[in-house]
């Protein structure tokens, strides 16, 4: 009577990118069951301004990560992190790299929780898609021994786009994985990548520019520690960190700051919080939403309103009707000049 084996099974972290895209499906070819699993931290670029802003509009609206498992034919988990994941933004380890980015504990921290949803879940190994030398941080020889041990992921951590530059790990001693399969890929550039994704027949993936995560960007990260300074400590809510995202952002006064809708799609957005904050916009001409983050006085608050006058179709007219509302909804009028151009310093701009 002949038996047939139990595949052995991985889970696969996808970002999105191309190269988990591409890792996955070097393991999917060798007859492992895989599984995809993806993490909401909250700083994923994932489409958000994309679906927002109006210039954006011609780019698809889509979840890389779901797009890349629908493309392999696998399962996705996508599992929400973001309280968890505060830790590492705010008291990273191994420090942050060139932005706010702590990519060394974002790592670890993700390989451990996919750990832990491996063993939960009867899983036998894990992928990622890291290429040795790729990033300055996180994926350097001597850093990705310590990724494997601080997860805990140890030997069942499988690099498959460059594994054969790497020790054997568990799945490949043990032959659930043919190493001579896998890769060597190594250092910056993509094209051995774009090579293979040919040859599987990928197109359309997303592209690497800017990274998956806004603390990569050296704006949002400027933005964030100013919003840091101005509140006095290292925290933050979601709803913070989405309007750092979206929107102008000045700050005219170490006290205040004010955040500027840009089109159409931004003031919509930016509208759902009018609850929260003084907001101003413009009744005489068309012009942005703007939510005022701080304490103003009554000096602050006509300075708001030549700014929000600025930033409108009144900018050149010699007043302009601005409404102010408090959060409690009361609401007066005030009749301005919109503040010149050449009065604005570039050190307001965030």
């Known amino acids: 009577m002949s038996t047939v084996s139990t595949p052995r099974k991985a889970v696969a972290l996808i970002s999105g990118g191309l190269d988990s895209l591409l890792a996955a499906r070097v393991v999917l070819d060798q007859g492992v069951h895989v599984e995809g699993i993806n993490f909401y931290t909250g700083f994923c670029v994932e489409g958000h301004t994309h679906a927002i802003r109006r210039e954006h509009q011609h780019k698809p609206k889509r979840n890389n990560a779901l797009w890349a498992a629908g493309q392999l034919g696998i399962k996705l988990h996508i599992i929400e992190v973001i309280e968890e994941y505060k830790d590492i933004v705010i008291n990273p380890r191994h420090g942050y790299g060139a932005n706010l980015n702590p990519c060394l ?12 949803w491996m063993e939960a879940n009867g899983f036998d190994f894990i992928i990622t898609g890291e290429v040795l030398g790729q990033r300055p941080m996180s994926q350097r020889r001597d850093t990705l021994p310590v990724v494997a041990r601080d997860s805990g992921a140890c030997d069942r951590l499988l690099r498959p786009l460059c594994a054969r530059l790497l020790p054997p790990t568990l799945p490949e001693r043990e032959g659930w994985v043919n190493r001579e399969r896998l890769h060597d890929f190594n250092g910056r ?14 197109h359309d993936y997303a592209q690497p520019a800017g990274g998956c995560c806004f603390l990569t960007h050296e704006q949002y990260s400027h933005k964030l520690a100013d919003f840091w300074r101005a509140r006095g400590e290292k925290r933050y809510e979601l709803d913070d960190i989405m309007l750092l995202k979206v929107g102008r952002h000045l700050r005219p006064r170490p006290h205040f700051k004010l955040i500027v809708g840009r089109d159409e799609g931004e003031n919509n957005f930016l509208s759902g919080y009018r609850g929260r904050f003084v907001h101003l916009a413009a009744t005489s001409h068309a012009g942005p939403l703007v939510l005022l983050d701080g304490r103003a006085d009554d000096d602050d608050l006509d300075l708001a309103a030549r700014l929000t006058a600025r930033f ?15 959060t409690q909804g009361s609401e007066h009028t005030l009749e301005v000049a919109p503040l010149p151009a050449d009065e604005i310093p570039e050190t307001w701009y965030l």
């Not at 090579?195 to 027949?201: I, S, T, V």
């Not at 409108?312 to 408090?326: K, L, N």
């Open 105 to 116: 504990d974002c790592k670890i921290f993700m390989l451990r929780k996919a750990r832990e």
């Open 189 to 202: 550039s993509r094209k051995p990548q774009i090579a293979l994704a040919e040859q599987y027949g990928f």
């Open 312 to 326: 409108g179709q009144g900018r050149t007219a010699e007043r302009v009707a601005v409404v102010v509302t408090d």
